[in-house]
């Protein structure tokens, strides 16, 4: 596609249960991130792909939150157990290259958790 | 690891009105990427601008990497341009971009 699409837009469930966020990247972009944006945090990184392996997990803020990326495009972002303070934006950008080129983002998926 | 401050962290124009803002980081950097946040939360990019200068019409940006700072200028300001102004240097891997606080700019008519 032209953009970065991302998949809900917003979604609203209980706390305790699992959320599975997705992410299609720009196509032919082999780099894909995730970041979060919450309002005491500002935004922050979670996960970094390089096609399907994912070489920089350290932004991840526990084991409950887990990625994985498929065909070198699409991305899942999986929340297990969903916390009140997992509410955020999620926010996934892809690029071309890993050095030296732009971050391009999509519109995000707003998570309340209840 | 990298630190990315912002300033002013909160600024108020009228319509028209020029502005400069600026970004501190800690370390050398090979990717600076200059976001508006509308609104509706859209990251939108305005400038990838590790080195050097560019202008994309009212907004211009400057990075001096020796110095280790970039300045986003916006001219003639409008209603249109209100939102939050980020910069985001990547770490030294080149992995993750990391983001400041931003500046939340108001442009009223």
């Known amino acids: 596609g032209a953009g970065v699409s991302q998949s809900p837009s917003n979604k609203v469930t209980e706390k305790g249960k699992d959320v599975e966020l997705r992410c299609d990247p720009i196509?032919?972009?082999?780099?894909l991130y995730w970041y979060r944006q919450s309002l005491g945090q500002g935004l922050e990184f979670l996960i970094y792909?390089?096609?399907?392996?994912?070489?920089?997990k350290s932004g991840l803020p526990s084991d409950r939150f887990s990625a994985e990326r498929t065909g070198g495009s699409v991305s899942t972002l999986t929340i297990q157990r969903t916390q009140q303070e997992d509410s955020a934006v999620y926010l996934c950008a892809s690029s071309s290259l890993v050095f030296n080129q732009p971050q391009h983002f999509g519109d995000g998926t707003r998570l309340s958790i209840l | 690891g990298i630190q990315v401050e912002q300033s002013p962290p909160d600024l108020i124009l009228q319509e028209g009105a020029n502005s400069t803002l600026r970004c501190n980081f800690s370390d050398s950097v090979n990717n600076l990427q200059w976001f508006h946040q509308n609104p509706w939360g859209q990251l939108i990019n305005l400038f990838y601008i590790p080195s050097g200068t560019k202008q994309n019409g009212r907004l211009s940006a400057t990075t001096v990497a020796t110095e280790r700072y970039s300045l986003l200028y916006i001219s003639s300001s409008q209603t249109t341009d209100s939102g939050v102004y980020f910069c985001?240097?990547?770490?030294?891997?080149?992995?993750?971009?990391?983001f400041g606080k931003g500046t939340t700019l108001s442009v009223s008519s």
């Open positions: 196509s032919g972009h082999t780099a």
């Open positions: 792909f390089q096609g399907n392996s994912a070489p920089d």
């Open positions: 985001a240097v990547a770490n030294q891997a080149g992995t993750a971009l990391i």
